[in-house]
């Protein structure tokens, strides 16, 4: 069993939801990362999700695009996100960690380091899925197939424009868990409808078998409830690099923290499974 899929299961038998937070790695100082990823675990992020800097993230808004530029200026690549997840396995060997990106690094890393050099060398540092942006069910059975056999996790995404055969296709081969994309257009836009939430995710549950994490448009501890008390999981990203993008290095971890303690807390109101 990966260390995502006994996280879920734990949360599960508990009654509690999942608690995702999105950082890119690099961001907003590249000797912070570790110390972030590490202070999250601690105040209560059960799954951290790691952006891999790339100059184009299409899917992402400006908030997510800001982070990666800055990430990307101070030379973060590939091999640096391997590095940092090294870092963080040898003081954290429970919290799972995805990484998060687009096609165009990881074949990048091939072409340089060898074929399947990129999921060789994710799974060694300690990676246990990976979330390609670009990379859609029907184009990439063969890679998710490779990631399965070095035991991570392929993981996809599902949006509101999701057929019901896309959805299937995804079923197919996620494992860990699929990420509902809760809003049409790019991360950190638009106001977050929980109704239209509410009913897309028994939608999803009935073509995927792993647990269904909503993402794109919380930014607090009330809609993080609100979503999380119909979902598995509920992810994090733009509102938290927003307060890590304010911060001094001395501070950066902790706040990243008094952010995860507050969402953590709202979660853990919540009664029972979704």
């Known amino acids: 069993m990966s260390r995502i899929a006994a996280c879920f299961q734990g949360l599960k038998a508990q009654g509690r939801r999942a608690l995702i937070p999105y950082i890119a790695a690099g961001d907003p100082f ?4 570790v110390e972030i990823m590490l202070a999250m ?8 999700e790691l952006g891999v800097p790339f100059s184009d993230p299409m899917a992402d808004g400006p908030v997510i695009q800001r982070a990666a530029e800055r990430a990307l200026a101070h030379g973060i690549g590939t091999p640096q996100v391997l590095e940092y997840i090294r870092a963080f396995r040898q003081r954290n060997n429970v919290t ?9 690094p990881i ?11 990129f999921v060789r060398d994710a799974a060694e540092a300690g990676v246990d899925g990976v979330l390609v942006v670009d990379y859609p069910p029907e184009e990439c059975e063969v890679f998710a197939a ?26 197919r081969i996620a494992r860990g868990y699929v990420y509902y994309v809760s809003l049409k257009g790019v991360t950190g836009a638009g106001h977050l409808d929980v109704s239209a939430v509410a009913e897309m995710v028994p939608r999803i549950r009935a073509h995927v078998g792993v647990p269904v994490g909503v993402g794109f448009g919380i930014r607090d501890a009330e809609t993080a409830k609100a979503v999380g008390a119909v979902s598995d999981a509920v992810v994090i990203g733009s509102r938290l690099i ?3 993008e304010t911060q001094t290095r001395d501070n950066v971890a902790s706040e990243a923290a008094k952010f995860i303690k507050d969402i953590r807390h709202a979660l853990d109101t919540l009664k029972g499974a979704s």
């Not at 675990?41 to 951290?48: F, L």
């Not at 799972?96 to 165009?104: E, H, I, S, T």
């Open 242 to 244: 927003q307060i890590l």
């Open 30 to 33: 590249p000797d912070a990362t």
């Open 146 to 171: 490779r990631m399965s056999a070095h035991g991570l996790d392929p993981i996809f995404l599902l949006a509101p424009t999701s057929t019901e055969q896309r959805m299937k296709d995804v079923g």
């Open 96 to 104: 799972p960690v995805v990484l998060m990106g687009y096609a165009n």
């Open 107 to 117: 074949e990048r890393y091939d072409q340089r380091h060898g074929t399947d050099a």
């Open 41 to 48: 675990a601690e105040a209560g992020a059960d799954v951290i």
